[in-house]
């Protein structure tokens, strides 16, 4: 009983040191004088890799949490510069991290549309985060089902 005990105590303390942890982040701001939303999670490369972080996000234009969200698909450089290229190569976002700002351009896929990007991180409750947790996962899943 006591290696059982033992065991399922090693088990569970490995488990939770695997855990893939994140931090994510809420900005509000605007596109082209337009507002958007964007949800960014960040977790730590399990690989390491030149900029050891992952990303992965959504974003969607209005100031309430509608149900149009466009997922990212998100590269960075270790410098503070990222590419968001929005699901389907519908739009890239070319943004720099300055403090708790994003700020950059969003380009058309044909590159003839650039418009102007100004995105601030916002402190949100924990409600609030839950639900753009559930649309971040709702969006994937329909992007990637079968």
Same mark, same amino acid.
């Given at each position: 009983?006591?290696?059982?005990?033992?065991?399922?105590?090693?088990?569970?303390?490995?488990?939770?040191?695997?855990?893939?942890?994140?931090?994510?982040?809420?900005?509000?701001?605007?596109?082209?004088?337009?507002?958007?939303?964007? @949800?960014?999670?960040?977790?730590?490369?399990?690989?390491?890799?030149?900029?050891?972080?992952?990303?992965?996000?959504? @974003?969607?234009?209005?100031?309430?949490?509608?149900?149009?969200?466009?997922?990212?698909?998100?590269?960075?450089?270790?410098?503070?510069?990222?590419?968001?290229?929005?699901?389907?190569?519908?739009?890239?976002?070319?943004?720099?991290?300055?403090?708790?700002?994003?700020?950059?351009?969003?380009?058309?896929?044909?590159?003839?549309?650039?418009?102007?990007?100004?995105?601030?991180?916002?402190?949100?409750?924990?409600? @609030?985060?839950?639900?753009?947790?559930?649309?971040?996962?709702?969006?994937? @899943?329909?992007?990637?089902?079968?």
């Amino acid at each position: 009983m006591k290696s059982l005990i033992i065991f399922l105590l090693s088990f569970t303390l490995i488990n939770a040191a695997s855990a893939e942890e994140s931090t994510d982040t809420v900005y509000k701001g605007t596109i082209n004088n337009k507002p958007v939303i964007l @949800y960014l999670k960040e977790y730590a490369n399990p690989c390491g890799g030149e900029t050891g972080y992952l990303y992965t996000g959504i @974003y969607q234009y209005g100031t309430t949490l509608g149900k149009n969200w466009l997922e990212l698909i998100i590269t960075d450089n270790g410098k503070g510069n990222f590419c968001m290229t929005e699901f389907g190569f519908t739009g890239v976002l070319i943004l720099k991290k300055t403090g708790n700002t994003l700020q950059g351009v969003w380009i058309s896929p044909d590159g003839k549309t650039q418009l102007k990007v100004n995105l601030k991180s916002q402190e949100v409750s924990a409600k @609030y985060r839950d639900e753009l947790e559930e649309r971040l996962e709702k969006t994937h @899943y329909s992007n990637h089902d079968c």
